[in-house]
């Protein structure tokens, strides 16, 4: 299951302003300050199956919602994005160029031949030809878990069959933890490197790309459109209604990945398309986080970090210091039970994959 954090308690008080925080946005328009004359960074691809990467350099940010974020109307103060804090990642790490795609996953599982798929969530579209219809054997718990009117369980979900008509530019989603760990492995044993998820901190910093805004194309969410799939004007979704802009491509819901403008990196979707399921197990907010751009476990976490929105938040969820989590929820998790963490699915979830270059990575100390 995947939830957004409580919001602030005045959240419904600002409801009514926000259409005017719209109104303002759509009339003092500032073009993102981006260095576009800077070379792109390096990318490898270890082979042909394998996620294109992009080489990261070493670097220092600050993580969490920024000044700007906290004066807003309708964002205000989130406690699980404070407090703000400096991270220095003193190494080079690479990250996928996209999201997981399903042609990649299905490399891994028709090359080995494993099993994969069970129980999924399914987010379900609202309005249009697609509105409420889904593939896939409705789980008989589903509506148990109480997630509303556009959401069910099925019980045969996979990446293959993830509730949608899908194809194989499309992010991987209907993926459990553990399938993701077996693929890590297998792309690990064919390259000989050490793939893994990203840590949160190394995530963020990929997404802000050397940015301090909003989000990487800058404060205004007018601009978000042409780089984020969300819940925009023209969706299917009841988020289209607050949505301060339309998207060109428009499609039902996940997009084939690069169909939208990349951040100043070169990575595409960081903003959007799929929550990107992270290493880091869940804390309510950064106090006591690592500074080194490692991962924050805990030992027998069943709550782990999402990253990045979907195709059906709100524009307010493309922000850069947007944490989500995905997991074991006690009196939510009705339908997965207590293996969600490990073991759950949902069309919204898919992943991007990273690996360390430097031997001062955490990971190779």
Not at 196 to 203: D, G, V
Not at 240 to 252: I, L, Q, R, T
Not at 276 to 295: K, M, N, R, T
Not at 307 to 325: K, N, P, Q, T, V
Request: net charge negative.
């Amino acid at each position: 299951m995947n939830k957004v954090p409580a919001l602030p308690d005045n959240f419904i008080g600002r409801t009514a302003l926000l259409f005017l925080a719209l109104f303002l946005s759509s009339v003092f328009i500032a073009y993102p300050g981006w260095a576009q004359d800077k070379p792109p960074l390096s990318r490898f691809k270890d082979c042909d199956s394998c996620p294109e990467m992009v080489v990261l350099p070493a670097g220092e940010y600050v993580m969490g919602a920024t000044g700007h974020e906290e004066k807003d109307i309708f964002i205000g103060h989130v406690p699980a994005e404070h407090p703000a804090h400096k991270v220095s990642i003193g190494y080079r790490f690479a990250i996928g160029r996209f999201e997981v795609t399903t042609g990649e996953f299905d490399a891994y599982v028709r090359e080995l031949g494993v099993k994969v798929g069970g129980t999924c969530g399914i987010r379900l579209m609202e309005k249009g030809p697609l509105a409420r219809k889904f593939t896939g054997t409705r789980h008989p718990d589903d509506g148990k878990d109480n997630m509303g009117p556009f959401h069910v369980f099925i019980t045969d979900g996979s990446y293959a069959q993830p509730g949608l008509p899908v194809s194989s530019r499309q992010p991987a989603v209907c993926v459990s933890r553990l399938e993701i760990i077996a693929y890590l492995d297998w792309l690990g044993t064919r390259t000989g490197r050490a793939y893994r998820l990203p840590s949160e901190a190394e995530w963020e910093y990929a997404a802000r790309a050397g940015t301090a805004t909003i989000g990487f194309w800058g404060d205004n969410f007018a601009h978000a459109c042409k780089y984020a799939n969300f819940g925009d004007r023209k969706s299917g979704y009841q988020a289209g209604m607050a949505a301060p802009c339309a998207e060109s491509v428009s499609p039902d819901w996940t997009a084939e990945v690069g169909s939208y403008a990349p951040n100043p990196w070169g990575l595409y979707d960081m903003a959007g398309n799929v929550q990107e399921l992270i290493a880091d197990c869940w804390h309510d907010s950064y106090a006591g986080a690592p500074s080194d751009g490692s991962v924050w476990s805990e030992p027998d976490c069943s709550l782990f970090v999402a990253r990045g929105g979907d195709y059906e938040l709100l524009h307010i969820s493309m922000r850069a210091s947007e944490r989500l989590f995905y997991g074991y929820v006690p009196e939510e998790s009705v339908v997965e039970g207590n293996g969600a963490g490990e073991n759950g699915r949902s069309n919204v979830m898919g992943f991007r994959v990273a690996v360390s270059l430097d031997d001062n990575a955490w990971d190779r100390k």
